[in-house]
């Protein structure tokens, strides 16, 4: 089982909509959060952190759910920018600075 | 703003060369990793090391080593390059401490033929 899961999308949205993504990980060791987002060609760079009770960026909100192990990233108001994958990325406690990345959902949103 | 930057944006080689990827980052960060991407398996770590001539094996380090020196310049290397490490290769780099997010170079595109 992998580490970090994500639904590889595409999710494929109309400009203007509302979209959620999912992601579950399985080490219930797992201490930090964050959603990367990735650009076609491009390298990853951070969007936002996840924190235990639920952060919010203009138009992104992040939620976590340690009982459950998911977090989620929900979009609202979707503009063509908000193309690219988004990376499902945890820190497990004991694993100093190293990162697990999740595989990413795809979204695309069309006019 | 954090800057990383990598050798090159697209290499070719051919089986058995030994390959350098130099990777080097601005803002005196402790943390640095090399990372291969690769259609359907995501990020997977190769290696990282937290301080100078330090190194630690990630998650697929068979066929790599890597260097670090100096505090800003990470390296990777392919030993005798096979055909399975074309792959796009991502250096990262981080500060030490609780605070996590990695800031990403470019990438180098190789290809191994």
């Known amino acids: 089982r992998k580490e970090v899961e994500q639904d590889p999308g595409p999710f494929n949205v109309p400009e203007g909509a509302t979209v959620a993504f999912n992601c579950t990980y399985s080490n219930s060791a797992s201490q930090s959060f964050f959603w990367y987002r990735q650009d076609c060609r491009k390298e990853p760079k951070l969007l936002m952190s996840?924190?235990?009770s639920g952060n919010e960026d203009g138009r992104f909100t992040a939620q976590l759910n340690r009982a459950s192990q998911y977090i989620s990233l929900l979009i609202r108001d979707s503009k063509l920018s908000d193309s690219a994958t988004y990376l499902c990325v945890v820190n497990i406690r004991g694993g100093g600075n190293k990162l697990t990345f999740g595989t990413g959902t795809q979204l695309k949103v069309e006019l | 703003d954090v800057k990383v930057t990598q050798s090159s944006r697209y290499l070719v080689k051919r089986t058995g060369e030994k390959v350098f990827l130099e990777c080097v980052q601005d803002m005196d960060h402790e943390n640095m990793f090399w990372y291969r991407q690769d259609p359907g398996l995501g990020l997977r770590l190769i290696y990282f090391?937290?301080?100078?001539?330090?190194?630690e094996k990630g998650d697929i380090p068979e066929g790599y080593s890597v260097s670090r020196e100096k505090k800003e310049r990470f390296s990777l290397i392919l030993e005798s390059a096979s055909t399975n490490q074309t792959s796009m290769y991502l250096c990262?780099?981080?500060?030490?401490?609780?605070?996590?997010?990695?800031?990403f170079g470019p990438g180098t595109r190789l290809t191994v033929l």
């Open positions: 996840v924190y235990s």
């Open positions: 090391s937290y301080d100078v001539k330090m190194k």
């Open positions: 990262a780099s981080s500060t030490a401490g609780t605070r996590h997010e990695q800031f």
